[in-house]
């Protein structure tokens, strides 16, 4: 059975950076493409970055040059590096991989709250 | 980027009713079209994906067409389980991009 756990989520200042974690379970991280998908407070989806299983990558224009996405095959594992970070990227992160369709699993979401 | 309309915003239906959702793409996404579910607090649930294929364990009253541009998701019979938020998303081209949503509620 396919499983993502996302961890690494918190209270962080406006400016500062976190780095969120995304360890997968009944399956390998690089056989899919991976995303993170981001939900503001009250507001929809957001998908803000994927990574293909060849490790090419791609990221909104809202976080584009702040996060950056990876993963370590050894530990199943997919991260988000989040840098230079707003009151605007509060929201709970989930991550979710490809099966048959493109985000057929999903985490259970870790919150980030950006404030001062 | 590509953008993403849905259409309505929101809805009141009752149990038993038929209920079509539209999600319209700024460019031809051929048919790589996804619809998504979620309820307050959870995490979104996918229900189709290349605009009409059903999701392993999905019932069979969800069903989804379109192509290019134009997609609709239907709720045959609506049911207690089925007030929710629904999403379109097009993963023809990066970067991926959800429409934003329709909320089904109680009439």
């Known amino acids: 059975e396919v499983q993502l756990a996302e961890s690494g989520g918190g209270l962080v200042q406006p400016g500062g950076s976190l780095r969120l974690s995304c360890a997968g379970s009944?399956?390998?991280?690089?056989?899919?493409?991976m995303s993170w998908v981001r939900q503001a407070p009250g507001k929809g989806l957001e998908s803000v970055s994927v990574i293909f299983s060849g490790g090419s990558t791609d990221y909104a224009d809202s976080v584009k040059g702040r996060f950056t996405i990876s993963r370590d095959n050894s530990r199943n594992t997919l991260y988000l590096q989040m840098n230079s970070l707003r009151a605007e990227d509060t929201a709970v992160y989930y991550c979710?991989?490809?099966?048959?369709?493109?985000?057929?699993?999903w985490g259970q979401g870790t919150l980030v709250t950006v404030s001062s | 980027d590509i953008q993403m309309t849905q259409s309505p915003s929101s809805l009141s239906a009752s149990v038993g009713d038929r209920v079509t959702i539209t999600c319209r793409a700024s460019?031809?996404?051929?048919?790589?079209l996804a619809w998504f579910q979620q309820k307050p607090g959870k995490a979104p649930k996918s229900l189709i994906y290349a605009a009409s294929s059903l999701q392993s364990g999905v019932p069979s009253k969800f069903s989804g067409s379109g192509s290019g541009t134009d997609f609709t998701l239907t709720i045959s019979i609506l049911q207690p389980e089925d007030f929710a938020t629904y999403y379109c998303?097009?993963?023809?081209?990066?970067?991926?991009?959800f429409g934003p949503g329709t909320k089904v509620d109680i009439k």
């Open positions: 979710a991989s490809s099966g048959s369709g493109p985000f057929d699993y």
């Open positions: 009944g399956f390998t991280v690089n056989s899919n493409y």
């Open positions: 998303l097009q993963y023809k081209t990066p970067p991926f991009t």
């Open positions: 460019q031809d996404i051929d048919n790589y």
